[in-house]
């Protein structure tokens, strides 16, 4: 199996998880509960990663290894700047295995399809 699946198959996972998370949640904001309608751009955005990466899909590929390995890289430098050494080990320790997935793309590139 393909790893281009197994990531397209976690980020569809999640993108279903958060719809259904936003959709339970849309008749609570009348209870005092905060609204998670914001969120449901990033939700459909996870569907639409996790079915092209499920498809090798290039511009998914893209999508995902840029938005990980970004966020890897913002939780290593702002935590080298303003976190305590305890979380500091922890977060650059959880940057560095968001960065994994940007190299597996890059290094298994001319598996993915074109499109």
Same mark, same amino acid.
């Given at each position: 199996?393909?790893?281009f699946?197994?990531?397209?198959? #976690? ?6 998880l =958060?719809?259904?998370?936003?959709? =339970?949640n ?21 569907v *639409? $990663?996790? #079915?092209?990466? *499920? #498809?090798?899909?290039? !511009?998914a590929?893209? &999508?995902?290894? +840029? $938005? ?11 935590s ?6 305890? !979380?500091?080990? &922890?977060?650059?320790? $959880? ?9 597996? +793309?890059?290094?298994?590139?001319p ?5």
């Amino acid at each position: 199996m393909s790893p281009f699946r197994v990531f397209g198959g #976690f980020v569809l996972a999640f993108g279903i998880l =958060a719809l259904v998370v936003v959709v =339970a949640n849309l008749g609570r904001g009348s209870l005092g509960g905060h609204s998670l309608v914001p969120f449901i751009g990033a939700a459909l955005l996870s569907v *639409l $990663i996790g #079915f092209g990466l *499920l #498809f090798h899909h290039k !511009w998914a590929a893209v &999508l995902f290894a +840029v $938005i990980l390995a970004s966020t890897g890289l913002w939780m290593i430098i702002m935590s080298t700047l303003r976190v305590p050494m305890t !979380w500091l080990i &922890l977060n650059v320790g $959880i940057g560095c295995v968001l960065l994994v997935p940007s190299l597996i +793309v890059v290094r298994r590139w001319p598996e993915l399809n074109r499109r």
